[in-house]
Protein backbone atom coordinates (compact mmCIF):
# COMPACT_ATOMS: atom_id res chain seq x y z
CA UNK A 1 0.00 0.00 0.00
CA UNK A 2 1.26 3.69 -0.65
CA UNK A 3 2.06 5.07 2.97
CA UNK A 4 0.89 8.68 1.88
CA UNK A 5 -2.44 7.29 -0.10
CA UNK A 6 -3.56 5.32 2.55
CA UNK A 7 -4.26 7.94 5.12
CA UNK A 8 -7.28 9.27 5.27
CA UNK A 9 -7.73 13.33 4.59
CA UNK A 10 -9.29 14.73 7.94
CA UNK A 11 -11.94 17.63 7.08
CA UNK A 12 -11.61 19.98 9.22
CA UNK A 13 -15.02 22.15 10.63
CA UNK A 14 -16.59 24.46 7.80
CA UNK A 15 -15.24 22.63 5.27
CA UNK A 16 -17.30 20.76 2.85
CA UNK A 17 -16.02 18.43 0.37
CA UNK A 18 -18.43 17.59 -2.93
CA UNK A 19 -17.32 14.64 -5.16
CA UNK A 20 -19.16 14.81 -8.33
CA UNK A 21 -19.14 12.19 -11.07
CA UNK A 22 -16.17 11.71 -13.05
CA UNK A 23 -14.20 12.53 -9.73
CA UNK A 24 -14.64 16.25 -9.95
CA UNK A 25 -13.64 17.24 -6.32
CA UNK A 26 -14.95 20.27 -5.19
CA UNK A 27 -13.85 21.56 -1.73
CA UNK A 28 -15.73 24.44 0.25
CA UNK A 29 -14.32 26.76 2.95
CA UNK A 30 -13.60 30.37 4.92
CA UNK A 31 -11.12 31.37 2.58
CA UNK A 32 -13.00 30.15 -0.57
CA UNK A 33 -13.56 26.76 -3.22
CA UNK A 34 -11.32 24.80 -4.96
CA UNK A 35 -12.08 22.23 -7.76
CA UNK A 36 -9.94 19.93 -9.45
CA UNK A 37 -10.98 16.16 -11.87
CA UNK A 38 -8.47 14.13 -10.53
CA UNK A 39 -7.99 10.24 -11.86
CA UNK A 40 -11.38 9.02 -12.81
CA UNK A 41 -9.27 5.01 -12.09
CA UNK A 42 -8.98 6.21 -7.94
CA UNK A 43 -12.15 6.05 -5.88
CA UNK A 44 -12.57 8.41 -3.60
CA UNK A 45 -15.16 8.38 -0.75
CA UNK A 46 -16.41 10.03 2.30
CA UNK A 47 -16.63 8.44 5.31
CA UNK A 48 -17.80 10.01 8.20
CA UNK A 49 -15.14 13.20 8.28
CA UNK A 50 -12.62 11.72 6.29
CA UNK A 51 -11.75 11.21 2.47
CA UNK A 52 -10.54 7.87 1.49
CA UNK A 53 -8.12 7.17 -1.76
CA UNK A 54 -8.45 3.76 -2.99
CA UNK A 55 -6.92 2.29 -5.73
CA UNK A 56 -8.22 -0.63 -7.90
CA UNK A 57 -5.01 -2.58 -8.81
CA UNK A 58 -1.19 -2.72 -7.76
CA UNK A 59 -0.07 -1.70 -11.18
CA UNK A 60 2.94 0.72 -10.99
CA UNK A 61 0.61 3.55 -12.71
CA UNK A 62 -2.20 3.11 -10.09
CA UNK A 63 0.18 3.18 -7.39
CA UNK A 64 1.96 6.15 -8.39
CA UNK A 65 -1.51 7.86 -8.90
CA UNK A 66 -2.56 6.82 -5.17
CA UNK A 67 -0.69 9.14 -3.16
CA UNK A 68 -0.78 11.92 -5.65
CA UNK A 69 -4.74 12.14 -5.44
CA UNK A 70 -4.42 11.89 -1.85
CA UNK A 71 -2.07 14.85 -1.83
CA UNK A 72 -3.88 17.01 -4.11
CA UNK A 73 -7.23 16.85 -1.93
CA UNK A 74 -4.65 17.42 1.03
CA UNK A 75 -3.82 20.10 -0.26
CA UNK A 76 -7.19 21.76 -1.63
CA UNK A 77 -8.20 21.33 2.38
CA UNK A 78 -5.72 23.09 4.05
CA UNK A 79 -5.81 25.76 1.61
CA UNK A 80 -9.44 26.79 1.99
CA UNK A 81 -9.10 26.52 5.77
CA UNK A 82 -5.86 28.26 6.54
CA UNK A 83 -4.17 28.67 3.47
CA UNK A 84 -0.80 29.21 1.48
CA UNK A 85 1.75 31.82 1.63
CA UNK A 86 5.69 31.71 0.31
CA UNK A 87 7.82 34.38 1.49
CA UNK A 88 10.71 35.37 -0.97
CA UNK A 89 13.51 38.68 -0.35
CA UNK A 90 15.14 40.87 -2.31
CA UNK A 91 18.57 40.99 -1.25
CA UNK A 92 21.08 43.71 -2.98
CA UNK A 93 22.09 47.86 -3.16
CA UNK A 94 19.23 49.42 -4.94
CA UNK A 95 17.26 45.90 -5.32
CA UNK A 96 13.92 46.96 -4.53
CA UNK A 97 10.10 46.07 -4.59
CA UNK A 98 7.01 47.94 -4.20
CA UNK A 99 3.50 47.21 -4.50
CA UNK A 100 0.38 49.26 -5.80
CA UNK A 101 -2.82 47.96 -6.17
CA UNK A 102 -2.30 44.46 -7.17
CA UNK A 103 0.82 45.40 -9.35
CA UNK A 104 4.47 44.74 -7.96
CA UNK A 105 7.34 46.79 -9.13
CA UNK A 106 10.26 45.28 -8.65
CA UNK A 107 13.56 47.49 -9.16
CA UNK A 108 16.38 45.07 -9.75
CA UNK A 109 19.74 46.84 -11.33
CA UNK A 110 17.77 46.60 -14.78
CA UNK A 111 17.30 49.62 -17.32
CA UNK A 112 13.65 49.48 -16.33
CA UNK A 113 11.72 48.56 -13.83
CA UNK A 114 9.80 44.97 -13.67
CA UNK A 115 5.95 45.24 -13.23
CA UNK A 116 4.03 41.94 -12.56
CA UNK A 117 0.50 41.48 -11.82
CA UNK A 118 -1.14 39.38 -8.80
CA UNK A 119 -2.91 36.32 -10.71
CA UNK A 120 -6.26 36.06 -10.15
CA UNK A 121 -6.99 34.42 -6.78
CA UNK A 122 -3.72 35.42 -5.22
CA UNK A 123 -2.18 38.67 -3.31
CA UNK A 124 0.93 39.66 -2.83
CA UNK A 125 2.08 41.74 0.91
CA UNK A 126 5.69 44.29 -0.13
CA UNK A 127 6.53 44.52 3.82
CA UNK A 128 10.36 46.22 3.19
CA UNK A 129 12.79 43.55 1.41
CA UNK A 130 10.08 41.11 2.02
CA UNK A 131 7.07 39.70 -0.39
CA UNK A 132 4.81 37.61 0.77
CA UNK A 133 2.32 35.75 -1.87
CA UNK A 134 -0.51 34.18 -0.16
CA UNK A 135 -3.80 32.06 -1.60
CA UNK A 136 -5.81 29.12 -1.03
CA UNK A 137 -4.30 27.47 -4.41
CA UNK A 138 -0.73 25.83 -3.09
CA UNK A 139 -0.27 25.21 -7.04
CA UNK A 140 -0.71 28.84 -8.18
CA UNK A 141 1.32 30.44 -4.84
CA UNK A 142 4.24 28.48 -5.63
CA UNK A 143 3.96 29.00 -9.41
CA UNK A 144 3.88 32.96 -8.90
CA UNK A 145 6.66 32.79 -6.42
CA UNK A 146 8.78 31.23 -8.77
CA UNK A 147 7.93 33.61 -11.61
CA UNK A 148 8.88 36.36 -9.16
CA UNK A 149 12.13 34.59 -8.31
CA UNK A 150 13.09 34.12 -11.54
CA UNK A 151 13.17 38.20 -12.44
CA UNK A 152 16.61 37.98 -10.98
CA UNK A 153 18.02 34.69 -9.30
CA UNK A 154 20.67 34.95 -6.51
CA UNK A 155 23.88 34.76 -7.19
CA UNK A 156 26.30 32.71 -5.98
CA UNK A 157 29.40 35.53 -5.46
CA UNK A 158 27.46 38.27 -2.95
CA UNK A 159 24.12 36.86 -3.16
CA UNK A 160 21.95 39.55 -4.73
CA UNK A 161 18.63 39.07 -6.17
CA UNK A 162 15.52 37.41 -5.10
CA UNK A 163 15.47 34.25 -2.93
CA UNK A 164 13.16 32.37 -0.92
CA UNK A 165 13.25 33.00 2.66
CA UNK A 166 14.27 29.43 3.67
CA UNK A 167 16.52 28.91 1.02
CA UNK A 168 20.35 28.69 1.49
CA UNK A 169 22.53 30.25 -1.16
CA UNK A 170 25.85 28.75 -1.26
CA UNK A 171 28.41 31.22 -1.89
CA UNK A 172 31.63 31.19 -3.82
CA UNK A 173 35.20 32.52 -3.19
CA UNK A 174 36.01 35.13 -6.04
CA UNK A 175 38.65 35.93 -7.69
CA UNK A 176 42.01 36.50 -6.03
CA UNK A 177 44.62 38.70 -7.29
CA UNK A 178 48.25 37.77 -8.98
CA UNK A 179 51.33 38.29 -6.54
Known amino acids: MSRIGRL ?13 EGNKVTVKGP ?12 EIKLE ?7 RPNDLKKMKSLHGLTRTLIHNMVVGVSQGYEKVLEVNGVGYRAAKSG ?6 LGYSHP ?3 IDPEGLESVVDGNKITVKGIDKEKVGQYA ?6 RRPEPYKGKGIKYADEVIRRKVGKTGKK
Do not use: C, Q, Y
Not at 48 to 54: K, R, Y
Open 8 to 20: PVAIPAGVTVDIA
Open 48 to 54: DGHVVVT
Open 114 to 116: VEM
Open 31 to 42: KGTLERVLPEEM
Open 146 to 151: AEIRDK
Open 102 to 107: NKLTLS
